[in-house]
C-alpha cells in the first residue's frame, strides 16, 4: 500500500510537473488571480507574461496586478463583463480586450477564464488563460471589411442602373472615396493621342481642392508624370505608398499635397479610356492588399458605366446617322445648322446651304430596284466626302437629298462647290453592270437670315433646288424670297393634283396639235396634256409637268392622257384608218416594270391600232439606261408602236445613240426653226439632220413651225412632217373634232 501510495504520490507529482510544463510552454500566458475584494492580486503567473514586456516578478511582488494588464480603453468594458459573470454566477466564461504591452502598444487578446467559487458563491479566484488574438481578429476585421466593401460594390453596382450614367459615374466616385475617407478621388480623360489627359469626374472630401474645373489642370504626361504613365499603361496600376517616390513624378505629387496614391488606367473594351485615381493628401497610407483589391473593383464599375455610356452614345449618333451612307441625317443637320447660324450672327459673316437633289433619281430606283439605287446613293455620298468633306459637312436629308454646310470660314467656295457638283453630274454614274446619268439641282441658301432657324433655312434651300428643277434640271438656284410665295404655290398645286386625280382627273384634259404633212394636210395629231385648277386658272405644262414628274404622279397622269387620246384616235380612224395620235412619255412611265403591259392593256381597252399611237420619248431619256431604253422600244415596235424622239437637237444630241434605237420619227426642236433667220447654224443643222435621217430610212417632223417661211423651208429641206402655230394650235377634243370632219369634207 505505501508502495501504492508512493506510486500515487508520484504519479500525481509526476502530472502536475506535466501540467506546469504545458502551461509554462504554452504560448498562452496563465494568471491565477484573487477576486474583486481582494483587488485581483496576483497568485500565480506564467514565465511567459514576459512576451507582453513585462517580468513576472512585477506580479508576484504585486507591484503590478492583472487588472493593470488590460488596455485602459477596455478596462470599464472588462471590468464590467466581470461584474456581469459574477452576478450570472458562471463557472467560466471569455473575453476578448486589448492588454497594454509593457512598451505601450495594444495587443487583441482572448481570456478563458475558470473561476473557483467558495461554498457561499464567493470568488475565490480566477485561472485565466490569455491567448494571442491579434491575427484572429485581424481577420475577423478583414472579412468584416471584406462585407461592408462588397456592399459599396453592390451599390455602385445597383447605381450603374441609373438611367442617367453620368449620374451614376459620379456615384461611383463619391461612394468609394467617402467609404475608404480618402482625400479624392479622380477620373481623367486621356487626350486620345496619348500625350495629356483631363479631369472629368471627381469626389473630394472636405477640405480638399478638386481637379475638375481647373483649366490648369491638364495633365501632360511627359512634363508631369512620365514614369507614372508609362508604368499605368503597361501594367495597368501604380500603388504609390506614402514614403515612396512614384517614379520620378515626386514633384508632381508634392505640389498637389499627394501623399499616398493608387491609380489604375480605366479602358472601354480595350481603348485606353484615361486613368482612375485615389489620392491620399493626409493619412499616411500605405495600401493593403485587400484596399487595392477593392479600388480595382471600383475601377472595372467604372470602365464598365463608361462602356455603357459609349454604347448610348452611339445609339444615339446611330440616330443621327444614315445608315445606308454613313452621312450624317437631317436630324443631325438641324442641331449643326442652329449652331452655326449661332455662330454666324455671332461673328457677323456668312455660310451657305446647298440642298442637291438627284434629278429622276427616283426613275432610277423604281425602274432598277434599290439595288442600284443604293449604290448610286453610296458612290455620291462617298463623292461628296472625298470632295468636299474638308471644307464643309455633309448630310443625307433624305431620299436622294444632300445637303452641304459651308462654314462663314470657307463660304468663299461656295461657287468652287456648286460647280464641281455640276461637273461631276455630266458624267456617269457606274452601278453594278450599268451606267446612268444623273444630273443634280441645286439650292442654295446663304444664313444667317433674320429670325430664321434651320428649318426656315432649310426650307429655303429645297425651295431654290426646286426652282433649279424647274429651270430645267442640272442646275443650281440661290434662294430670293420671291421663291418663297412659288413654294406655297408649289404645295397647293400638289395638293390640287392629288385631289385632281383621285377625282378621276377631273381638271385635266388631252388638247390635240395637228400634224401635216410639208403640205398642210393632217396626217396626225400630238396629244398635249393641259390642267385647269379648280379656281379656273390654266397652270402651263411646263409648270405642272415637272412637278407631276417629281412627285412620280406622271405616271397615272400619263396613263390617262394615254387612255384619252387612244380613244379619240381609235374613233378617228373610223374614218381615217392612218391617222396616229403622237403621245409623250415620261421617263418614269418608261421605267415601270410594267409599262409595256399596262399600255397593252389599254391598247386592248380602247380598242386602238397600235400602228396608229406613237411615242414621244427624249434622249435624256434615253441616256439614263440606254439598254433599256432599246429593248423596250424594240418591244413597243413589235406590237407596232412607233417611236419617235422629240426635241432632237438641245440635251446630248448624239446620232449614235438614234443609231442604236428603233427610232421611227425625229422631232427636231422647235428652237432651230425658229432661228433660220438668224442663225447660220440652225438652217444648216436642220437641213444636215434631215439628210442624215433619211439616211437612215427615218422620217423627221419640224415643230414651232410659226411662219409661212418656215414651212416653206421645212418643204425645200423636204422635212416629212411639219407641226406649229402657223399651221394648228393645239385645240380641245370637240374642236379638233371640227378639224378632222373639215378634213374629211376635204379628203
Ligand atoms: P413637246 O412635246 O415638245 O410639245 C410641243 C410643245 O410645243 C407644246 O407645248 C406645244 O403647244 C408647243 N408648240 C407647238 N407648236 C408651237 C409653235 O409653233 N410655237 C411654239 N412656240 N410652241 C409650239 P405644251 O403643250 O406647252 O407642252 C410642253 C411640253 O410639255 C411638251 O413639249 C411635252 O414635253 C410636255 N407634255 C405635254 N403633254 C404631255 C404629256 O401628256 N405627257 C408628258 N410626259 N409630257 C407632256
Ligand atoms: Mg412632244
Ligand atoms: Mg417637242
Redesign the pocket.
Known sequence: MPAEKNVAKTEQDMSRIIAEEIVERSPSVAIRVTGPDRGYATLFVTENISSYGYSKDDFVSGKLKWIDLVHPDDHDVVVNALKKNDEDNLGQFSMVYRVRMADGTPLWISDTTVVERDEKGRVVHYDCIMRDYSETKSNIEKIEDNFRQKEVLNDILQGLHDADLDKALQAILDRAGSYLDISRVTLFEDSRNHTQCKAIYEWCNSGISPMTGRDDFILNYEKDLPGVIRQLMESGVVIVNHGDDPQGSQKRFEMEGVVAAVMFAVYIQDELFGFLCFDECVRKRRWDRDTIAFLENVARLVSTALLRKRNEQVISNMALTDQLTGLHNRYYLEQRLNQAVGNARQIGQTGYVLFIDMDDFKIINDGYGHDYGDVILKSFATFLVEEYEAESEIFRFGGDEFVILLHPENAGSVQKVINGLLARAQMPWNVLDKSFYCTLSIGVVAFPEENMDSKDIIKHADIAMYQAKRSGKNNYAFFNSTQDNDSVERAELEKEMRESIDNNFTGFS??Y?PQTDNTGVVIGA????RWTLSDGTQV???QF?PLAEYLGL?VPV?EF?LRESAQVCRRVNETHPEFWVS????IRQFQQQDFLERVLMIMDETGVNPANIIF?ITEGMAMYDMARMKSLSEEFRQHGIRISM??FGTGYSSLGNMRELPIDIVKID?TFIRDITTDAYSKSFIRLIIDLVHSMGRKVCI????TAEQLKYCQECKADYV????LH??VPLDEFEKIIAQKSQDA
Open positions: 388631252v388638247f396639235q400630238e396629244a398635249l396634256l402651263q405644262p411646263m409637268i406622271i400619263g392622257v403621245i409623250n412619255v415620261s414621244e422629240d426635241d422647235r415643230e414651232g413651225v410659226e407641226q406649229g402655230y402657223h394650235v393645239p
